[in-house]
Nanobody
């Protein structure tokens, strides 16, 4: 059974940093592209970043230069380093694994950027 567990969210002031983690079990994530999404109140879920099995990355324009996605295959974990956080980054952040047969989502972790 595939399980993704996000952690690392919290309350941070504008300009601050957080590192989110997505720990997987029941699947070898090293062979899949892994994604981070976010959903702000009243808005649709949006793609933040993804990292391919070969380590190529891609970011939403709104987070380019501030966020970095990475993976540690030995730990079966994907990270999202978030720097220079802004109030508009406030959202629930989710990680996702996408295979040809199914998608699997974590439960999400809340990030709140506020003074």
């Amino acid at each position: 059974q595939v399980q993704l567990v996000e952690s690392g969210g919290g309350l941070v002031q504008p300009g601050g940093s957080l590192r989110l983690s997505c720990a997987a079990s029941g699947v070898d994530t090293s062979v899949f592209t892994m994604y981070w999404y976010r959903q702000a109140p009243g808005k649709q879920r949006e793609l933040v970043a993804f990292i391919t099995r070969s380590g190529n990355t891609n970011y939403a324009d709104s987070v380019k230069g501030r966020f970095t996605i990475s993976r540690d295959n030995a730990k079966n974990t994907v990270y999202l380093q978030m720097n220079s956080l802004k109030p508009e980054d406030t959202a629930v952040y989710y990680c996702k694994l996408a295979t040809t047969l199914y998608d699997s989502w974590g439960q999400g972790t809340q990030v709140t950027v506020s003074s």
